[in-house]
Structures are given as structure tokens and as C-alpha cells.
């Protein structure tokens, strides 16, 4: 059985930028769906032990397991989502902040770059900072769609893009929500360990293991 982790902070630590409404729904109400799809799915099969990443990556590209692979990817991602958010206001450091000069031209320039792959994908999915081969790029990925069954691809951050996870507090503006996400809610603590583990230092982010 999967868990719907704890929100690692308090329900309001993300305002104004994403509300406590907008948050206790998408945590409490999409996410747990997720999860408990997941588990449902999961029943009675012999993949007790599997992490949730197995999970993800072995039903990628199964048609016959597509709905199994959009819940996993999708619990997957909102646990990942949550991670790449701080209520504290944080910047890079260190070999990220060097990286980021190197592949973008520095941080203004790279929220240029995400808000904007953010704000032109069509409908819903998610927007990605990742690792690939030594260098950062920025990605988007369709509905449930993820980095983890792309081989090489660590993920570093990411935002959501579906509608419920900005419509309450930002309406239509999908823009100026993720300008204020840039700006605020970056977890970077977290892309720099994500960044050392692309690179061999330590380990990625994982889901927390079935119990
Ligand atoms: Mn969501």
C-alpha cells in the first residue's frame, strides 16, 4: 500500500502564491485519488515490495496498463511537487547556481525559460527543471507524464500545470501564477540534491516505500 504523505508544511505556509484551499483540495482530495487508484489497481498482485518508481516505470508505454501508469505517475509526481516547495523564499547556491548560469544565463533567465515552457503547453501536465547528460534543461510533459521512465532525466523541480492546482486562487492567469511560483515557492535545497545525484553524489528524491 501506498501513503498519501504529509504535506511537508502547513496547509497556508504557501500563500498567497498557491492558498491553504486551493492546497488542502489538491493534497487532501487529487493526490489521495491518486494513491488509493494506485492501491486499488495494485491489489491482489504480487508487487507488494515495489517502490512507487517501479511502479511508474514499468507500466510506462503499457497500453494495457495505461491506467495504472497516468495514477502511479500522477501520485508520484504530486509527492515530487510537493518536495519542490519551500515556504521559506530560497535561492541557488553553489554548483546549481553555476549550472544555471552555464545553461541559461542566470536565474531571471532561466524563470524566463520555465514560465514560459509553462504557460505555452497545452492543457493539462507539468512543467520540469532536470538533469540530462551534465547539463539543465527545462521540460514539459502531457498529463501524467513524467522523467522517471526517461533514462538520464533527473528531475530538479517542477510545478504543475493542471487547472486545479492555480484556477481557485489564479483563475485563467496560468502566466502569473507560475511567475509568482518562480519567484517564491522553489525548493531549491532540493534541486541542488537532485542536481548532486544526477551527477552520482547521494541519492534522488524517492516516494515514500509501501508498507
Ligand atoms: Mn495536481
Redesign the pocket.
Known amino acids: 500500500m501506498f501513503i498519501l504523505p504529509d504535506l511537508p508544511y502547513a496547509a497556508d505556509a504557501l500563500e498567497p502564491v498557491i492558498s491553504a484551499r486551493t492546497l488542502g483540495y489538491?493534497h487532501g482530495r487529487?493526490h489521495r485519488a491518486y494513491v488509493e487508484t494506485v492501491n486499488r489497481l495494485l491489489a491482489g498482485r504480487d508487487v507488494a515490495s515495489a517502490s512507487l518508481e517501479d511502479v511508474v516505470r514499468a507500466a510506462a508505454g503499457d497500453a494495457a496498463r495505461r491506467n495504472l501508469f497516468n495514477n502511479a505517475a500522477q501520485a508520484w509526481n504530486?509527492g515530487f511537487f510537493w518536495a519542490s516547495m519551500s515556504p521559506e523564499r530560497q535561492a541557488p547556491s553553489g554548483d546549481l547556481a553555476r549550472a544555471i548560469e552555464a545553461a541559461f544565463g542566470g536565474l531571471e533567465a532561466l524563470k524566463e525559460t520555465f514560465v514560459g515552457e509553462g504557460a505555452g503547453h497545452f492543457a493539462s501536465g507539468w512543467v520540469w527543471l532536470a538533469a540530462e547528460g551534465g547539463a539543465l534543461k527545462v521540460v514539459s510533459t502531457h498529463d501524467a507524464d513524467d522523467p522517471l521512465s526517461k533514462p538520464g532525466v533527473t528531475p530538479l523541480l517542477v510545478c504543475?500545470l493542471?487547472e486545479?492546482?492555480y484556477y481557485l486562487d489564479h483563475q485563467n492567469d496560468r502566466k502569473g501564477f507560475l511567475e509568482a511560483w518562480f519567484d517564491a515557492l522553489p525548493n531549491w535545497s532540493l534541486a541542488a540534491s537532485q542536481w548532486a545525484a544526477a551527477a552520482g553524489e547521494g541519492k534522488a528524491w524517492t516516494y515514500p516505500s509501501p508498507t
Open positions: 489538491h487529487h504530486h504543475d493542471w486545479h492546482a
